[in-house]
């Protein structure tokens, strides 16, 4: 039986930072991974965000990674939630959203080979937070 530890591989798209303004990821290569992909988004401080200032989170897909970013539908999203299991609406606004890990799984309906995590800000958010593609089972295992 192999580990989660083995059978996962996690890539930060966007770094840790306090961000200030839209932001795209890079790009992350899905070729490792038999299909599944999630996105982990860790927020720490939420200092500017309220109903009306804040950042949405959304993932865009390449075929060559540098070009030709293409917005995954809005039916290819899957379970997105909170650490506690809430269903969240993957957006960060300090009225809803606290320092917690944020995930969500998603289709590669268009079978592109890369991806990027986009944080999309309205208006004048800021707030500290990281994304990462988490790619999940693998098609080959590290040697652990």
């Given at each position: 039986m192999r580990d989660p530890n083995a059978n996962c591989k996690v890539v930060y798209s966007v770094a840790p930072a306090a961000i200030t303004a839209s932001t795209n990821g890079a790009a992350v290569d899905?070729?490792?991974s038999?299909?599944?992909h999630m996105v982990q988004v860790n927020v720490g401080v939420v200092t500017t965000a309220d109903a009306t200032n804040f950042?949405?989170?959304t993932v865009e897909t390449s075929a060559n990674g540098s070009d030709g970013w293409t917005a995954i539908a809005a039916d290819a999203y899957l379970s997105p939630r909170d650490q506690d299991g809430n269903t969240w609406d993957r957006l960060i606004n300090a009225t809803t959203e606290g320092p917690l890990a944020y995930q969500f799984g998603f289709r590669n309906d268009s079978n592109h080979r890369y991806a990027r995590v986009v944080a999309t800000e309205t208006l004048t958010a800021s707030a500290v937070f990281g994304a990462s593609i988490v790619l999940s089972p693998l098609k080959r295992a590290p040697n652990v």
């Open positions: 899905l070729a490792e038999a299909g599944g950042f949405t989170f």
